[in-house]
């Protein structure tokens, strides 16, 4: 698939992603006895290089991690996405966008099994159909996959019918593969309206954006790539990074690095947990 043509989109639509996030931030619990996140998005970089014990979190389940259960009511519909959890101690969410990447998705998936952590995968179905046995390696470790559409068009310059295609036929390939239908949504380019919000809690998903940018489709670098994750760190953040869509070498060698020191910093990652209504 060639969507490095469409990553360059990206530049224009950052000015609008940052938008969504000041409007105001929706706020999830991942853990039902932690208390909401006080502060603003992408605020903690002071905060994220404080030294701190082990975290004693680290060898125990993930807190969105739970038996198979029946897909939640259909939300409300939301006029911003969600940007940040809230949750037992340091909690945080890794996120990987427009997979599954035989390349790239395996070293992830192997990273993320060492040391006992759950991510999300926001899949595109073009990629997704072509790799399923990818989606039900997630499904096995516990990992949440997320619908990312079909092709990865920017779904603002689509009219409904189209939009409701490209979910919904990501959706399809994500149940018959993972073993369930996604929950949650994200619009490429981070590109909301009012439209993809009522077609994606229509189809039983919750929008979910990020607070932490790790810009690592540019291909800034490896240590680039970490310092944008260390220093963004704090209770609460979702980081978007990428397993597809172009070369993610940098992407798998930084996880590799900063994920043990965020957990030997004291932070908990974890998945958010969808309730029923």
């Given at each position: 698939?060639?969507?490095?043509?469409?990553?360059?989109?990206?530049?224009?639509?950052?000015?609008?992603?940052?938008?969504?996030?000041?409007?105001?931030?929706?706020?999830?619990?991942?853990?039902?006895?932690?208390?909401?996140?006080?502060?603003?998005?992408?605020?903690?970089?002071?905060?994220?290089?404080?030294?701190?014990?082990?975290s004693a979190y680290r060898l125990e389940p993930m807190t969105g991690f739970t038996p198979r259960r029946p897909t939640p009511d259909k939300p409300a519909v939301r006029r911003e996405p969600i940007l940040r959890v809230s949750g037992r101690g340091r909690a945080m969410v890794l996120t990987f966008d427009d997979g599954p990447d035989p390349r790239y998705t395996p070293s992830i998936l192997r990273t993320l099994r060492k040391h006992d952590v759950r991510a999300m995968f926001?899949?595109?179905?073009?990629?997704?159909?072509?790799?399923?046995?990818?989606?039900?390696?997630?499904?096995?470790?516990?990992?949440?996959?997320?619908?990312?559409?079909?092709?990865?068009?920017?779904?603002?310059?689509?009219?409904?019918?189209?939009?409701?295609?490209?979910?919904?036929?990501?959706?399809?390939?994500?149940?018959?593969?993972y073993g369930e239908r996604p929950v949650w949504f994200r619009a490429p380019y981070g590109a909301w309206n009012r439209a993809t919000f009522q077609i994606g809690a229509d189809l039983g998903m919750e929008p979910l954006a990020w607070t932490v940018d790790s810009l690592d489709w540019t291909t800034p670098g490896t240590a680039t790539i970490i310092s944008r994750v260390e220093e963004g760190a704090a209770p609460g953040v979702i980081v978007l990074s990428h397993d597809a869509g172009g070369d993610r070498s940098q992407?798998?060698?930084?996880?590799?690095?900063?994920?043990?020191?965020?957990?030997?910093?004291?932070?908990?990652?974890?998945?958010p947990r969808r309730q029923n209504s």
């Open positions: 698939m060639k969507k490095d043509k469409l990553f360059t989109r990206r530049r224009v639509l950052i000015a609008g992603a940052a938008f969504l996030g000041a409007a105001g931030a929706r706020v999830l619990t991942a853990d039902p006895t932690g208390s909401p996140v006080r502060g603003t998005p992408g605020a903690g970089g002071p905060q994220a290089r404080q030294a701190l014990k082990p926001f899949v595109c179905g073009e990629m997704a159909v072509d790799n399923k046995d990818l989606l039900a390696e997630m499904a096995d470790d516990g990992h949440i996959v997320g619908n990312h559409t079909w092709t990865h068009p920017l779904l603002t310059a689509l009219g409904r019918s189209e939009i409701r295609s490209e979910i919904a036929r990501t959706s399809d390939v994500i149940e018959d593969a992407t798998v060698r930084a996880l590799r690095d900063y994920l043990p020191e965020l957990l030997d910093s004291g932070y908990h990652i974890t998945v």
